[in-house]
């Protein structure tokens, strides 16, 4: 186990700290909140010679992607960062590329989507992505954003996956959040993670080719997405195989979901990213307090590892399912995939609850994991439940308050 | 400087070899296809093609391509930024990871007028201001083809689209005049700008091969009659545009080190009907009535193009 190097790092700082030492030799970029430092330091590190390659300042998202994907199907490893608008400013782009089966990583910073238009984070941002085909991690610490990002270059790089792999971070939460992460030295990371060489052709002259070009018919449209829905599958063996090589390279282990106190746990989260961390430190209060709580933290995301996760909560009588995006008109995002990966199991939990809170970086207490336990308890509580209470809208009054008093004011 | 001296003088002396193979999904007579044949046999093989979606993306449909270079479908708004990325990675590897000079290739973008100048334009314009190495080449047939002739905003005054059709109340159809792209990329002085025109194959020959032979960012705007959306026989598609130039409703020229300069001058200007009435897309401008004063204002335009000039 080599842990040569132990800095204090923002998440941020270690996602522009995986790229250099991951050597990705082309950044297209595109600012916005909260992810720009990533870019701003991978910048200065191509300017300053530090890393070999180019950065390109691109003119939206939209091109960032494109251009993004086109370097990767020419045969370099590329890296770029993204966030809330600017996800779905790419989203064409970002269909297209995965559609192109080209190896890659992406880094998205959490932040919730407008309207209404703030800066604070959920998940509504990479949740958008969840159905175009690209393969994604949660992060929960700033030493997971790090490790990730070499995993994910392993991962994309595969030859029986090829896709662009999205790194998964909460804004501000994580991204302006110091935490201390081991650099590992490079020449094992090197051994991890070789520099980048093409299994299939790519662009250059002796290898003229056609790509990405129009069917005509269902046949041939549904061949290539099931190809793309067989290398997505495919990836959860490859992140385990990838994992299982970190583990003894870098002694830090990864499964597919992080099972916190749960191999007695009456109660059980399921959360992921940063607030997770608030769930165990919750998870360690109820325990304290006789309740046996425990914490399911999903990591990979895309492929969804269904098995895995229906092992690690079947057994276990009440599950509360915590999504920080919301679904207007349906609910939680996630709670239906937990729910039909238990379904076919006998021994699925008694009850599995829906809860929605976080959005837009809305805080979650140890008040509500409290609640989150009395609703699981409830025999006849009605999913989903949502964390938004009584002080909530008395702290939204208080800001009506402000402006009605200018109102009267102007009229009279 | 003014021209660039041609290399080719006669039909005969173009190049022998074609670069995209007969036998695409393209209409009958489609212009802009011959124009991209006779710039294919210019710039030759190692040419990666990176497409817009448009009538021309047809050109590659699964499992075939009528190209001996490469293609690579993107979306309508974003060829450029893909053949940035290209460009970006074919640079890196020459530069740091030893590809050999002869695996370089010519990046280029193949876009309709619609992706030009409508929803692709910011992305184009963000590469000429970072002289991205590369050749564009625009089928400008006036409207959104591909999707059955909707109004672009290339689409000349006067000419009826599906979505500016004419009517009593909108006699005209399109009621705006063609937007100026060769002035809107000039403005951003690239390397090099030209029109061609399928139906002047040498002028066309002549300005791909010096095009070839520079860097930055090369762009051309190719007249593409299309007798689908324009509405008249394929076989007329040369005729179509030849008056269209010698109407002077085409200027075809270059911009190279800050001049215009036009390379085929009408020698003298035919009327602006001669062009209109050929086509189905200007037929309410003769019948049932004839409306003058919708053709002087097309005329108008084209003299006060004109008027600069000669
Ligand atoms: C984002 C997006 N919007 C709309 C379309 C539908 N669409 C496909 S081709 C096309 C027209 C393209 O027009 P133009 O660029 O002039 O090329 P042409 O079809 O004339 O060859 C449109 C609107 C699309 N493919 N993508
Ligand atoms: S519709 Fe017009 S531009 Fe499109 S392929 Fe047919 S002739 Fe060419």
Redesign the interface.
Known sequence: MKTDNKIMLTGNKAAAWGARMAQVEYVPAFPITPQTEIVETLAQWFADGTLQGKFTNMDSEHSMFMAAGAAAATGVRVFTASSSQGILHGMESLYTITGWRVPLVLVNVSRALATPITLEPDHNDVMSTRDCGLIQLHAETCQEIFDFILIGHKIAENPQVCLPVLVNMDGFYLSFTREPVLIPDKKTILKFLPLFEPVYPVFQASQPMARASAVFGGSTYSYFKMQHNLAAHHAEKVFNDATAEFSELFGRTYEPAEKFHMDDADFVFVMSNSFATKGKAAVLKLRQQGIKAGLLKIRLFRPFPVAFIAQALCGHERVAVIDQNLAPGMGGITYPEIVSSLYPYENRPKKIVSVIGGLGGKDITESDFMSIIDHMKNSDSKTPLYLFDQEDQRAFQRIQKIANVKKEVSSS | MTALAGKYKKLKDLHPEEAITPGTGLCAGCGGLDGLRLALKELG??V?I?NAAGCF??L??????P?????????M??P???????R??????LQ??E?PD????LVMTVAGDGSSNDIGL??T??ALH?NLDFIYFCYDNEAYGNTGFQLSAASPYGSATQTAPNTEFHPAGTEFFKKDLFEIWKAQKPTYIATVSPREPIDLSNKFAKAKTMSGSRMFICMSPCPTGWGFDPKESDLIAKLAVDTGMFPIKEYFEGQVTHTKRPQRRLPVEKFLQRQKRFRHLFEPECRHDIIENIQSHVDEYWSHYE
Do not use: M
């Open positions: 093989e190692n990666l990176c993306t047809l590659s449909v699964y499992p075939f391509t190209l001996k270079g490469s293609w690579l479908y993107t979306t708004g974003a450029v930024p893909a053949a940035q990325g290209v970006d990675a074919l640079d890196i590897r740091h990871r590809l002869k695996e370089d290739l910011g992305a314009s963000a970072r």
